[in-house]
Structure formats: structure tokens, C-alpha cells
């Protein structure tokens, strides 16, 4: 970009822009996922609406890329784009609680763990994803799986009202009443509408829950694995409970007898009576002894942060993904057999809970698809070594590889890194020809393309 043109950009902002030649340049494009390594042209972190309508318009009028981030917690890293314009939107912080209504309006660039610590005060809660660093904005608008899914629904299942800068440098509002077909392609269909200045939610009084994790021996994961499809299927909505397999890190609070241990595990969250929840367990525990139990009461922000510090930003991630219904005993097989072969302590596997409360949403009242869907599975490759990139992603490739066969087709986007149109379909499934009539409509020059993109028609 030269000197004309960022100048130019600069006297229609509020916030400040960030340059290659400038010494924050290198700090200010990192994104959570370290294997990530783009150089924007410019990166503006905007303040308000104004500003990001000065952007989405100075990249129409300059035929710019465009790239979002909230958070910066996309595995793909789309949140930035090599000679892009990057609106970061950070500086947009903003929580207005209303307890009265039992809603509240977040800036888009609100961290999930901001959000929590507002309503929480309140004793209420918007249910969203399992890390407290993850960006509302992001998370949302794929979908937004996570500990309260079963029992609260996905956060697009929570969302009222959105506002959102389009494409034609114009401040919308999105919600059932106004621009309900963009509202209906938001909630789930990624950044690809426009950019996303304000989300408002319902409240849901929710306070303490009773959570954490199990572990069990890895040579225990077939049974306990088998187990758990069959009970948490079964289960009553207010609990949930993701299947993981891990390598327990060789931190406290874990014990040092099982520092560095392959194993199986579910993180539980029950967010039903208090005076029940040992009850409740009972029949979890007599199942089979944990090797660890941290199952027990919680406010929601420690749950929801409990992991914050183990994958620190900066890491290097390779993510594989589907959705699955059903995981039979040689599926599990398959699924052990290569995690026993994964090349660092940080990868993972997590099934994450679809059913429950988020499966009593019609396929087609949002664009998010696959409420048939048991699980949102996504096999994560992670290292702290840049030397690893090529392992870690072999490795996440070949185990998907696997067991790809006995998924549904598609995968939650905001697990998805760059994998091309043809996922993108298979990941919406029957609701990809609407999404595209909408993009159509509102962003019919596909202005907003750094994402899992939908092609508009017509």
C-alpha cells in the first residue's frame, strides 16, 4: 500500500493502522495459531462502527483483500491474508447487560471469557465454546459448539440480533423481524455476510455447574468410549460431557504419576440441580474408577478457561474435522490406534456434543446444518516446535483419513483450516443454495472471501 492511500485510510479512522514498515508490524499480525505466517498490507484496529465502514469501504473502492479478526482464534488463520486489509476489531469491547430483558450486547471483537465474567455477575450465561480466549464474533458465527451445547443450545441458537457492516459500506440491522434471511444466513454461515461490530444475546440464568474432567487408562478407551456414546445420547440435556483423547500435560494440577500419559477422558458439564449432582455421577463413577476425577462444582468462567493455560497463542496447529453420528467399536479402534502414534504431548481428539438441546432446532432454521449430528469431532495436531509443522499435519491427515469414511461428510467450519469448495458444501449440506442466494444478495462482489467461502449465484 503506499503513502497516499494509508494516509488517506488513516484520516477516516478513529483507531490506529498498523504498516509493514512500522516496528509493531510483526507483533500486530500474529494470530493464536503459530503456524499462520501472512503479511497483510495493512492492519486497522477500529474502535468503532464508523471505522469499520471507512475500511470495508476503502477496500471496495481500492479493489482490496478483506480479512476479519475478532479473536484471531481461527484454525485456518483466516483471520488475516497475505497484501490484505485486516480489520481487527479488538478495541471493540463493549458489554451492555440488561437483566431485565435477560439479554446483552457484546462488541464484536469480545473474547469469550470477557463476556462470561459480565454475565456471570448476573448469574446468567450465553452458551458458547470451551476456551476463554476464543473471539465471540468468530465462534458464533460457525456456529458456536461447546461445554453447554446439550443443554443451552449452540450461541447461534441464543443470538437475537446482530449488527452488521455489509459489503455496500452500510450498518444493518440483523435479527427475526429485520433482514431475517441475513439473519438466518449469519448463524452459521461464517464471516462470509459482512462485518459483525455487534452480537446480542439471550440470557440463561445459569450460575455453577458441576464439571470437569475424567481420566481413564488408554487401554481402557474401547469400553469407555463405547460407554460413553451409548449414556450421553441417553443422557437428560443438562448434561454434557465431550470424549477426548489426550496426553495429560505435566503441569499441576495434574498428578505427577500421570504427567505426560496417554489416556481417554471426558470433560463433563451438568448444569441441572446442584443438590442432585452427586447422584447424578454416581452412575459415571461406578462405571469405572477415573485414574483422575476433578469433576465437582464450578463457577462457568473456570470451566470455560480451564484449558486458557495449556494451549497458549503462539502454538503450531493442524485441524482435522467432521461431524459424526454414530462410532462403532472398529471406528474406536481406528481412532486409538492412531493417537497412540501422535508426535507431540499437545494433540488431541474431542467429540464434541451436537445433541441434546441444539438437535431440537430444525436443520433449516439456521444455516447450520447438521443438528442430526451426535458429535463435532476435530483432530488437532499441535506443537511448540516449528520444526513439527510436517508431522503434526501428517499425522492429523492420516487419522482423518481413517476414519473420514464413517462421518456424516461435513465438518464444523470453525474446526476446518483451508480444504477447498467442495468441504465447504459438504459442510452445509442442504443449506448451501440458500447461503448462496444470500451472499448473492448482500455480498454479491464476494468482497468478504477470506473464510470458508460461500460463492454467491446469480
Known amino acids: ?172 440491522t440483523a435479527s427475526s423481524s429485520e433482514n431475517p434471511d441475513l439473519f438466518w444466513a449469519l448463524r452459521g454461515g461464517g464471516g462470509n ?36 456414546h451409548e449414556f450421553i445420547n441417553n443422557a437428560p440435556n443438562e448434561l454434557g460431557g465431550y470424549f477426548a483423547l489426550l496426553t495429560v500435560p505435566p503441569v499441576a494440577p495434574f498428578p505427577e504419576h500421570l504427567h505426560l500419559k496417554q489416556m481417554c477422558g471426558v470433560v463433563w458439564c451438568y448444569t ?7 447422584e447424578v455421577f454416581k452412575p459415571i463413577r461406578a462405571k469405572k474408577t477415573p485414574a483422575l476425577d476433578f469433576a465437582g462444582p464450578l463457577p462457568l468462567p473456570a470451566l470455560n478457561t480451564l484449558f486458557d493455560g495449556l494451549y497458549p497463542p503462539g502454538l503450531l496447529w493442524y485441524w482435522k474435522a467432521d461431524y459424526v453420528k454414530e462410532i462403532s467399536r472398529d471406528v474406536i479402534k481406528l481412532h486409538i490406534a492412531h493417537f497412540r502414534q501422535a508426535p507431540t504431548p499437545f494433540c488431541t481428539m474431542h467429540m464434541y456434543n451436537v445433541n441434546g438441546a441444539a438437535s431440537e432446532v430444525a436443520k433449516d432454521a439456521t444455516a447450520w446444518n447438521y443438528r442430526d449430528a451426535n458429535y463435532g469431532m476435530v483432530i488437532v495436531g499441535v506443537s511448540d516446535n516449528a520444526a513439527d509443522k510436517e508431522k503434526i499435519t501428517n499425522w492429523a491427515r492420516n487419522y482423518w483419513s481413517d476414519v473420514h469414511p464413517h462421518s456424516m461428510g461435513g465438518a464444523y467450519v470453525n474446526f476446518m483450516m483451508e480444504e477447498g469448495q467442495d468441504r465447504v458444501k459438504a459442510s452445509y449440506g442442504d443449506n448451501y443454495s440458500r447461503l448462496a442466494q444470500a451472499k448473492a444478495k448482500y455480498d454479491p462482489d464476494n468482497l468478504f472471501r477470506v473464510n470458508q467461502n460461500i460463492i454467491p449465484v446469480g
Open 1 to 172: 500500500m503506499n503513502d497516499t492511500l494509508s494516509n488517506d485510510l488513516k484520516k477516516s479512522l478513529k483507531g490506529n493502522l498498523v504498516l509493514p514498515s512500522d516496528p509493531a508490524y510483526d507483533e500486530s499480525r500474529k494470530v493464536y495459531n503459530g503456524m499462520i505466517d501472512k503479511h497483510p498490507a495493512v492492519i486497522a484496529y477500529c474502535k468503532s462502527a464508523d471505522d469499520v465502514i471507512a475500511c470495508v469501504n476503502f477496500a471496495s473502492r481500492n479493489n482490496m483483500l478483506l480479512a476479519i479478526r475478532g479473536g484471531g482464534h481461527n484454525a485456518g488463520g483466516l483471520g488475516i491474508a497475505d497484501d490484505a486489509l485486516v480489520i481487527d476489531l479488538s478495541l471493540m469491547k463493549e458489554i451492555k447487560l440488561n437483566t431485565g430483558s435477560k439479554t446483552v450486547k457484546v462488541g464484536g471483537g469480545c473474547l469469550l471469557k470477557e463476556v462470561d465474567a459480565a454475565t456471570h455477575e448476573a448469574g446468567m450465561a450465553v452458551p458458547s465454546g470451551i476456551f476463554g480466549t476464543t473471539g465471540v464474533g468468530g465462534i458464533t458465527l460457525g456456529g458456536g459448539l461447546g461445554n453447554l451445547t446439550r443443554s443451552l443450545g449452540l450461541a447461534i441458537d441464543n443470538l437475537l440480533e446482530a449488527g452488521v457492516v455489509l459489503a455496500n459500506g452500510k450498518l444493518v
Open 272 to 278: 441441572g440441580d446442584m443438590d442432585k449432582a452427586e
Open 193 to 228: 455476510f459482512g462485518v459483525l461490530v455487534s452480537f446480542t444475546f439471550k440470557l440463561n440464568p445459569l450460575h455453577t455447574v458441576y464439571a470437569g474432567p475424567m481420566l481413564w487408562e488408554l487401554d481402557d478407551a474401547e469400553e469407555m468410549w463405547a460407554w460413553h
